[in-house]
Nanobody, 122 residues
Framework: QVQLVESGGGSVQPGGSLRLSCAAS????????FGWFRQAPGKERDFVAL????????FYADSVKGRFTISRDNPKNIVYLQMNNLKVEDTAVYYC???????????????WGQGTQVTVAS
C-alpha cells in the first residue's frame, strides 16, 4: 500500500499563504486520484480538493475555490496544495489521501497520510 507523508503546515496570519506537500512512496497508478481533506477540532473530515494522477481534472470544495490550488509533480511523486488568502476558518489538520475513484467522499479513499496542522490566526 502506498505511504503518504504530508508537510508544509504551520501558523500564518489571515490573508497569508502556505503550500502543503504530500509525498507518495511510489509512482501513482494511471487511474488514481489524490485528494486533500481537512478536519477541524470537533468537526468531521471535510473534502478540500482532488486531482487525477494523470490528466489533471482538479475539483474543489466551494469554500476554497479561487483560493486553493491542487497540483502534482509526478516525477517526484508529490501532490501540492497551494493555499492563498487563508482565513481563520481554514484552521484544521490537513490530510492527503489516494483512491481509485474521482470522488469527494472520504470513504472512497484507501490510503491516508498522518496529517499536517494549519493554523490561521492574527
Amino acid at each position: 500500500q502506498v505511504q503518504l507523508v504530508e508537510s508544509g503546515g504551520g501558523s500564518v496570519q489571515p490573508g497569508g499563504s502556505l503550500r502543503l506537500s504530500c509525498a507518495a512512496s511510489r509512482r501513482p497508478y494511471s487511474r488514481e486520484v489524490f485528494g486533500w481533506f481537512r478536519q477541524a477540532p470537533g468537526k468531521e473530515r471535510d473534502f478540500v480538493a482532488l486531482i487525477r494522477s494523470r490528466g489533471g481534472s482538479e475539483f474543489y470544495a466551494d469554500s476554497v475555490k479561487g483560493r486553493f490550488t491542487i497540483s502534482r509533480d509526478n516525477p517526484k511523486n508529490i501532490v501540492y496544495l497551494q493555499m492563498n488568502n487563508l482565513k481563520v476558518e481554514d484552521t484544521a489538520v490537513y490530510y492527503c489521501a489516494v483512491g481509485s475513484q474521482y470522488e469527494s467522499n472520504s470513504r472512497a479513499y484507501e490510503a491516508w497520510g498522518q496529517g499536517t496542522q494549519v493554523t490561521v490566526a492574527s
